[in-house]
C-alpha cells in the first residue's frame, strides 16, 4: 500500500514514528498497531491494561476502534502460549518486543479466521513505519505468510494456555494440577457478562444462575440493553455479587463498605435498603461510585479516605480487601503477564491489617464479610483462620453461606466460601473469589 501525502506523528513504543496519512485513514491498522503498543506495555513495563488505559494508550482512536484494539490486545494476552508455539519454528531467534507482539497479533488473528491477506499486509506496514523495526518487516512477511496456511489448522491441536510459573506453582500447591489446569481452561474461554438486578427491574434477555445473578446471553454495548437507562440492573460477576448476599443487611441498618470502588457491592447494600457508608481511598474511583449511585437512583454516604483510619462502629461492615485479583484473569489476561507476584507480600500484610480493623469498627454481635477476588488461599483462607486465631472473639458464621446457589463443597475448614473459574464449567464460569462472615460476640 503505497504511503501518502501529509505525515502524522503516532506514538509506538514509547518512541514517536512516522506513518502516511493513507495509513491512519485505514483504521483497523491504527486499531492493531495500538494494540501492539498496549502489548509493549503490558509484556515489556509490567504495566496492567486499564493503567495503560487510564494513562490515554487508546485517546487518539474513535470508540469503535478503540474497542477494537482493546479487544485484540486482549485475545493476544489470552492466547500468547499458542501464538509463541506457532511462531517458534519459524524464528531462529527472537525478534525485538515490538516485533515480536505484531508477530504475535497476526498469529491470534489468522487463528481466529481473519483474511490473511489484510492482517500480513496490516503487519508488514506496521513494522515498515517502525523507524527502529522497518528493516524487519520481511521477517513479517515471511512468517506471517506461513502462518496464513498453518495457524487455522494448527491452532485448536495445541496446548490451552497455561499460567507463568510464578502463579502456576502456588496454585498447583493448594488446588492440585487437575484443578489448575480446569482453571486455565476457564481463562482461556473468558468471561460471560453478569448482572445483578434490581428487584422488579427490566433486565435484558439471560439466564438466571442458581446464585440469582443473570448472566447475559447476547451482550453487545451495556450502556444500549434494556434497564440501563432506567439503572435497573449493573454490572457484576455471578461470584462477585455473593460477599454482599452474605452480608445479608436489614434495611436501615447502618453498614459500613469498605474499599467500596467502583462500588458493585455498594449498590448492592443501598439496594437493600441500608444506611451505607461507602469508603475508598480512591477519588477517582469513588467518581465511578457517584456515577453507579446516580444512574441507579440509589444513596450511600461516601467518603474518600484510608481505612485505616475510618472511625466509628457498625453492625456490618463489607470488607472486599485490595489483593492480588488473580481470580479475574478471565477477563484481565493481561495480569499474569504483567505482574510476578513480587508485590503480593505487601497486600496480604496490609489485607491482614486492614481485617484487624474492620474488626475493631465491629460493634458487640456484629458481623463483618471478608472478602477478596484472588485464587490464593494466603489472601483468603489464611486471613481469616489467623483473625480466628488473633480474636477469640470472633466466630466463623457458616449459616449465612447458605444461600441458594452455594455449593456445600465450596465450603472451607475455617468456615469460608472458596469460588474457582473452573466451577460452572457448564454455566460459563465464575470469578474466583473468597468470603467469610466473621461475627463478633455479642
Ligand atoms: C477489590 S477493589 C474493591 C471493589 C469494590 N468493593 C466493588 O465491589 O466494586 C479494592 C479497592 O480498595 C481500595 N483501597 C486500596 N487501599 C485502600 C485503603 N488503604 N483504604 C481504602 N481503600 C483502599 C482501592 O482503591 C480499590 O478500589
Known amino acids: 500500500m503505497p504511503l501518502i501525502y501529509a505525515r502524522v506523528r503516532i506514538l509506538q513504543c514509547g518512541q514517536e514514528v512516522t506513518v502516511g496519512k493513507a495509513d491512519m485513514a485505514d483504521t483497523a491498522t491504527a486499531a492493531r498497531q495500538s494494540a501492539i503498543h498496549l502489548l509493549d506495555q503490558v509484556l515489556g513495563e509490567g504495566r496492567l491494561l486499564p493503567e495503560c488505559l487510564a494513562a490515554g494508550a487508546l485517546d487518539r482512536l474513535d470508540p469503535s476502534e478503540r474497542a477494537r484494539a482493546q479487544r485484540l490486545a486482549l485475545q493476544t494476552l489470552t492466547w500468547l502460549e499458542r501464538a509463541d508455539r506457532l511462531l517458534k519454528p519459524h524464528l531462529r531467534k527472537a525478534p525485538p518486543l515490538t516485533v515480536r507482539n505484531t508477530l504475535r497479533l497476526g498469529a491470534v488473528e489468522l487463528a481466529q479466521g481473519e483474511a490473511g491477506h489484510g492482517v500480513v499486509n496490516a503487519m508488514v506496514q506496521i513494522t515498515g513505519a517502525h523507524r527502529r523495526h522497518a528493516r524487519l518487516k520481511g521477517l513479517v512477511n515471511a512468517v506471517l505468510r506461513k502462518l496464513a496456511t498453518d495457524a487455522p489448522v494448527k491452532w485448536d491441536s495445541l496446548p490451552v494456555p497455561r499460567l507463568p510459573r510464578w502463579l502456576r506453582d502456588p496454585l498447583v500447591q493448594a488446588w492440585g ?23 422488579g427491574g427490566t433486565a435484558p434477555e439471560g439466564e438466571m444462575l442458581p446464585t440469582g445473578s443473570l448472566r447475559l446471553t447476547a ?47 455498594t449498590l448492592q447494600l443501598a439496594a437493600a435498603g441500608a444506611d451505607v457508608t461507602a469508603l475508598d481511598i480512591s477519588e477517582a474511583r469513588m ?21 485505616l483510619e475510618h472511625r466509628g462502629q457498625y453492625d456490618a461492615i463489607l470488607l472486599d480487601a485490595p489483593c492480588s485479583a488473580t481470580g479475574t484473569i478471565r477477563r484481565h489476561p493481561d495480569l499474569p503477564h504483567a505482574k510476578d507476584g513480587s508485590e503480593f507480600g505487601a497486600l496480604i500484610a496490609l489485607q491482614s491489617e486492614m481485617l484487624d480493623h474492620a474488626i475493631d469498627l465491629l460493634g458487640p454481635g456484629g458481623r463483618l464479610v471478608y472478602c477478596t477476588c484472588s485464587l490464593l488461599p494466603d489472601e483468603g483462607e489464611v486471613q481469616v483462620e489467623e483473625a480466628l486465631a488473633r480474636f477469640p472473639d470472633l466466630t466463623a458464621d457458616r449459616a449465612a453461606l447458605d444461600l441458594p446457589g452455594v455449593e456445600p463443597g465450596w465450603i472451607t475448614k475455617e468456615g469460608g466460601l472458596r469460588l474457582r473459574p473452573d466451577y460452572w464449567p457448564d454455566l460459563g464460569g465464575m470469578d474466583g473469589f473468597y468470603m467469610a462472615c466473621l461475627r463478633k460476640a455479642g
Not at 494440577?177 to 428487584?199: C, N, Q, S, Y
Not at 449511585?293 to 479516605?305: M, N
Open 177 to 199: 494440577g487437575k484443578a489448575v489446569a480446569a482453571m486455565e481452561r476457564a481463562h482461556a474461554a473468558g468471561a460471560p457478562l453478569d448482572l445483578t438486578v434490581k428487584p
Open 219 to 265: 451482550p453487545g454495548q451495556v450502556s444500549a440493553l434494556p434497564g440501563f437507562e432506567l439503572g435497573d440492573w449493573w454490572v457484576q460477576d455471578a461470584a462477585a455479587a455473593l460477599p454482599a448476599r452474605v452480608l445479608a443487611v436489614r434495611p436501615g441498618e447502618a453498614c459500613l463498605d469498605l474499599c467500596a470502588a467502583p462500588g458493585g457491592k
Open 287 to 307: 467518581r465511578r461510585v457517584r456515577a453507579n449511585l446516580d444512574r441507579t437512583g440509589l444513596t450511600a454516604h461516601l467518603v474518600v479516605g484510608d481505612a
